[in-house]
């Protein structure tokens, strides 16, 4: 079922529509800079969206001819101590928000995503990027090392490889995003929505309770100790396997019949 667009937002367009929220960042004459004010409606839409029930994933995508170019530097200008540190503090937030919501986030990446845009391409759990799309982290060459970005982007493609990008603010193909990690898939542009729908397909298959709970787990282990990301890891499959969904999963594939989820 197609609902209504949501309202109340100033600089993006949120859908939701046959399972799927839809995240648009709405500024393109700014290539959909993301402002203080966008990162606090970006908080919003994506936890009103996480407490969908019927939601299977929320897609980010960038409305022109952008993904997104980064912070809007033209704020940044002048601006006492306190709203920088709450600009980062608050951007920081909107990327771990991403990581806890339930639903697999993707980003639907075309034209450029560059500085904080790269770092929100990098935190969103898959991303699919149009061929021509580029990826940069080039604070460095304005005097802002693009340090909030190479949290999650020296994450997805390691050291080296962040390095080469923060160093030197030289921007990378979608060909080497690819080859590097930092999206899953590269498509012509013209295939790039039946591309993340693909994605967005394949997850709905399964459990919404089980997808959710392996989203979690992954973040909750990705930086511990071996020893210590097993032990998490067991108490998580132990409590999964007593789940509904296991349990009739378990039970459909021993049948040789279609499991009947329920998301608990």
Known sequence: MSLLPHTGYENLLVRE???VARIVLNRPDKRNALSLELIEELIAALREASTHRD????????????????HDLSEMIGRPRAFLVEL???????????????????????GIATAAGCQLVAACDLAVAAE?????????????FCSTPMVPVSRAVGRKRAMQMLLTGEPIDAA???????VNRVVPSEELEPG?????????????????TGKHAFYSQIDLAED?????????????????????????????????????
Not at 134 to 144: D, E, Q, W, Y
Not at 176 to 182: E, I
Not at 203 to 210: D, K
């Open 196 to 212: 993340v729908l693909e994605l967005v397909e394949a997850i709905s298959r399964s459990s919404a309770y089980t997808v959710a």
């Open 88 to 110: 980062f503090d608050r951007c920081s937030i909107m990327m771990q928000t991403i990581h806890e919501a339930p639903q697999p986030v993707i980003a639907k990446v075309h």
């Open 176 to 182: 080497t995003a690819l080859d590097w990690g930092l």
């Open 132 to 144: 021509g799309t580029r990826f940069a982290t080039p604070g460095v060459k304005i005097g802002l």
């Open 17 to 19: 529509e046959g399972g």
């Open 228 to 264: 210590e990301a097993y032990e998490h890891c067991e108490r998580v499959m132990a409590e999964n396997a007593l789940a509904h969904d296991a349990q009739e999963g378990m039970t459909a594939f021993l049948d040789k019949r279609a499991p009947v989820w329920r998301g608990e």
């Open 55 to 70: 939601t299977r994933a929320i897609v980010i995508e960038g409305a022109g001819p952008a993904f997104s170019a980064g």
